[in-house]
């Protein structure tokens, strides 16, 4: 069964930076697809970052140039980075795990950019 633990996430002032983690158990970590993707209120979870198994990144337009997906298979952990922050990145931010046949969700994490 799959386990995610987000962290990281806080208040932060636009421009300012935060790295959030998610650790995850109950899954061999290396051969999962690994994401983030976040939520505000009315409105569909939407997809952020993702990082395969290969270590292959994708990005929302909103978000290249200024967020870094990254994987620590010996930590079980996935990151993101996010500098340059805009108060339109405020969101819960969740993590996501999958392979064929199998998914998991993280509880999210609160990011809120404002002054």
């Known amino acids: 069964q799959v386990q995610l633990v987000e962290s990281g996430g806080g208040l932060v002032q636009p421009g300012g930076s935060l790295r959030l983690s998610c650790a995850a158990s109950g899954i061999i970590f290396s051969i999962y697809a690994m994401g983030w993707y976040r939520q505000t209120p009315g409105k569909q979870r939407e997809l952020v970052a993702t990082i395969t198994s290969g270590d292959s990144t994708n990005y929302a337009d909103s978000v290249k140039g200024r967020f870094t997906i990254s994987r620590d298979n010996a930590k079980n952990t996935v990151y993101l980075q996010m500098n340059s922050l805009k108060p339109e990145d405020t969101a819960v931010y969740y993590c996501?795990?999958?392979?064929?046949?199998?998914?998991?969700w993280g509880q999210g994490t609160q990011v809120t950019v404002s002054s």
């Open positions: 996501n795990a999958r392979r064929v046949g199998a998914q998991g």
